[in-house]
């Protein structure tokens, strides 16, 4: 008798792991997953793996993951200064996009330690790659599934020319610039995470549509992270583009002399015959 319920616990708890992952493991991978792994290591957040002995509780999970800011013990506040508090709120009452219910799957499905959730290992980026990145950045190598550039959107210090593009900062990005990106995502494997499922607000609905491939992601983040390493970005491009516009002001200018010039002779040789 004692071995039947043994037996009937056993599948009891699969049938839970199941559910757990049934509801959770999608959840994860399109909202948490380019910011957190669950041993995976650090990425732009935490490792989430073994929360459940970390945290004080799966409620202060769930109210921590609707509003991070709306928890004020000493381990919210920890985990806030340690990673910047750059995690925003994400439930729909408190302006993000998920209702309670997938949040409490998330929740359930991290404590549960993530179950059929697979750690995958890029490929270890080249000199090649970062070349490749700038090449994507700048738009000079279009994308596989046709997203639009990086520079559409963002600048960079050293090869934007003008500045680059000004949409991040008109829908409220707070770092356009993405000199510094590579140190703000948490390094390599962070970003790669963060462009191979973006998160903010109209990369999300662009590249969802329009992944980038892991080759793409993989040379971006050598790009970024090239950039960030610089302490003397190469401006030459940016020269280039100022003495052409001052080169053609000064043209204006000498071509405006010679016809005023020119103009004047002409109008006292007519303004002389007719006297």
């Given at each position: ?31 948490c ?27 202060w ?65 080249t ?18 599934n ?8 963002h ?15 008109q ?9 510094a990106?590579f ?11 963060a ?70 002779n ?5 303004v002389?015959?007719?006297?």
């Amino acid at each position: 008798m004692a071995c039947a319920f043994l037996a009937f616990d056993a599948r009891e708890a699969l049938a839970q792991d199941a559910n757990v992952k049934a509801a959770g493991l999608d959840n994860f991978k399109k909202y948490c997953s380019s910011c957190h792994s669950i041993g995976g290591g650090k990425l732009v957040g935490p490792d989430l793996a073994g929360l459940k002995e970390r945290a004080p509780s799966r409620d202060w999970a769930i109210a921590f993951t609707k509003d991070p800011k709306s928890q004020n013990d000493a381990y919210s506040k920890k985990i806030r200064a340690d990673f910047n508090d750059v995690m925003s709120p994400q439930s729909k009452a408190a302006g993000g996009a998920l209702d309670d219910q997938t949040i409490a799957d998330i929740v359930d499905f991290i404590f549960a330690g993530g179950p059929g959730l697979a750690q995958k290992k890029l490929r270890t980026a080249t000199a090649a790659d970062i070349d490749t990145g700038r090449a994507i950045f700048m738009g000079e190598q279009r994308l596989t599934n046709g997203g639009p550039a990086c520079i559409s959107c963002h600048s960079i210090a050293g090869v934007t020319g003008l500045g680059g593009g000004t949409l991040a900062s008109q829908v409220g990005a707070k770092n356009p610039d993405l000199t510094a990106a590579f140190n703000r995502n948490g390094g390599e494997a962070g970003l790669r995470a963060a462009l191979g499922s973006p998160q903010f607000l109209v990369m999300a609905q662009v590249y969802g549509k329009q992944p980038m491939t892991e080759d793409e992601v993989i040379a971006l983040t050598a790009f970024l992270g090239d950039a960030s390493r610089k302490t003397e970005p190469d401006q030459r491009s940016d020269y280039l583009i100022i003495y052409g516009i001052v080169g053609a002001i000064a043209l204006l200018f000498a071509l405006d002399f010679i016809w005023i010039k020119r103009f004047r002779n002409v109008r006292k040789t007519l303004v002389g015959d007719q006297s």
